[in-house]
């Protein structure tokens, strides 16, 4: 299957700093883009979606100005979390998926802790 | 918008026997159901996935149901193995250029060997 990657794995930071989290597919062309955000024992709950070349769309309840979403290029995909605090702490993955197919593919996740 | 329902949200098999997921979805208009694998510290990894103009697939041990009419899809492994113990996901979206899915709530799914 496509191969997407994620960076770092995982990132420990002090509240009020701001964390980017990277998302790679690197055997195919992704022309959409999706960040979930993961509690512990919980589902997926998609944040928003991106499209190269063009503004995220974000989830209802999901601060666009707080998770600043980059789909610079076809294979690249960034997240930002601005200002982070102890509650943004989660397991945050991306998923591509190329073309016309609805199929996704997933990164690894990224753990992200705020101290 | 879309709302999928999983059950069982925990099963335990022992080694060999066979594994039920059952899920359930809303939206007549969703025509893509995946199923995906998590486990611990890992992102979910697709392990089969069926669209609804079909209404059965199979993969070596893996297979998933679709019934359009109920509006339910299902997940059955057979010959289970300690390693297939994990979180399962099921996810329904529509055949839209975004692809947007929406996931149950998942199985933890233990084999006892």
Known sequence: GAVVSQHPSWVICKSGTSVKIECRSLDFQATTMFWYR???KQSLMLMATSNEGSKAT??????KDKFLINHASLTLSTL???SAHPEDSSFYIC???GGLTDTQYFGPGTRLTVL | GENVEQHPSTLSVQEGDSAVIKCTYSDSASNYFPWYKQELGKGPQLIIDI???VGEKKDQRIAVTLNKTAKHFSL???ETQPEDSAV???????????????FGQGTILTVHP
Do not use: D, M
Not at chain 2, 88 to 102: D, E, M, P, Q, V
């Open chain 1, 38 to 40: 993961q509690f512990p």
């Open chain 1, 58 to 63: 974000y989830e209802q309840g999901v601060e």
């Open chain 1, 80 to 82: 930002t979390v601005t």
């Open chain 1, 95 to 97: 998923s591509a998926r």
């Open chain 2, 51 to 53: 669209r609804s103009n």
């Open chain 2, 76 to 78: 059955h492994i057979t």
């Open chain 2, 88 to 102: 399962y996901f099921c996810a329904a979206g529509r055949g839209t250029s975004y692809g947007k899915l929406t």
